[in-house]
């Protein structure tokens, strides 16, 4: 047994999340840094470091140019600010879509460098058996079914799925073979109502929503989309703040005060000791 002391808070893990299923939902936000994740992690169950950092942070048309290194940076800076969460961290596009070796190398990479305790697959048709592998060598995986960002430049645009009897036959099955491989929960983004409810009623483990309805068994967000930071957000999104016209105020309050030389006051500046009187 370890000498080292346990922290003194444990974090939330694969097994815990999935006893959530059927309960109290799942609070789910995205993180990419440390100071927000020191905020987040007091109210959430599960912080993704998502691929979206590479659209929401590094500015990129999509999330198909993120990189390994990318998602352990981002990684390692959630930890550092964390304490309680699940931290699951994206695997990017090209890491585990090949040879199911490669993919383990991937995700044991992301969890040694980073420490998290997770990883998400977006689960295309032939990656329940990537999942299955990972999952027996001690790599637990959350799943993604529905819209799948990863898949944009097939598919041409980031379209809601399960609006037709092909498509909601296809993301059911899909959602189905992600949880018999393994999965300890299935993130469902932009789908249909009664294809969310019906993955939700048919699988052991708890479905996770973005754009897929109250009926699943909690909810994800991106977190600069709720927080108001971006002047167009998906209808999925609910703003629960509006950061953007907040940080345009403040700095345009700095420029001002900066320019009238109103900043730095006296109580801003540093002064010369005064001498010591003899």
């Not at 991937?106 to 990883?119: D, W």
Request: with cysteine; net charge negative; glycine share 8%.
């Amino acid at each position: 047994m370890s000498s080292q002391k346990q922290e003194a808070v444990r974090r939330l893990a694969a097994p815990d999340i999935l006893k959530r299923k059927g309960g109290e939902p799942l609070v789910c936000l995205t993180a990419y840094d440390a100071p927000t994740a020191a905020l987040l992690d007091e109210h959430c169950d599960v912080l993704l470091v998502g691929d979206s950092v590479g659209m929401v942070v590094h500015g990129l048309p999509n999330t198909v140019g993120v990189t390994m290194e990318m998602m352990i940076m981002h990684g390692q800076a959630v930890m550092r600010g964390s304490s309680k969460a699940m931290v699951v961290v994206d695997m990017p596009f090209g890491s585990y879509e090949g040879a199911k070796e490669v993919a383990y190398d991937n995700c044991a990479r992301i969890m040694k460098e980073t420490g998290a305790q997770g990883i998400k697959v977006e689960s295309g048709p032939t990656v329940p058996e990537t999942i299955a592998y990972l999952v027996q060598r001690g790599i637990p995986v959350m799943g993604h079914v529905g819209l799948r960002p990863q898949a944009v430049l097939t598919e041409g645009a980031f379209k809601a799925k399960g609006r037709t009897d092909d498509e909601r036959l296809r993301v059911i099955a899909e959602a189905e073979a992600t949880a018999d491989a393994g999965a300890f929960a299935i993130v469902i983004e932009g789908t249909a109502e009664g294809v969310a409810r019906e993955i939700t009623a048919a699988v052991d483990v708890p479905t996770i929503g973005i754009g897929a309805s109250a009926a699943c068994d909690g909810q994800i967000l991106v977190t600069p989309d709720m927080l108001g930071l971006f002047d167009w957000t998906p209808k999925f999104v609910r703003k629960y703040a509006d950061q953007r016209s907040e940080i345009d105020r403040a700095v345009a309050a700095y420029a001002a005060d900066v320019k009238a030389r109103r900043f730095p006051a006296e109580v801003e500046t540093y002064f010369s000791k005064k001498p010591a009187t003899p």
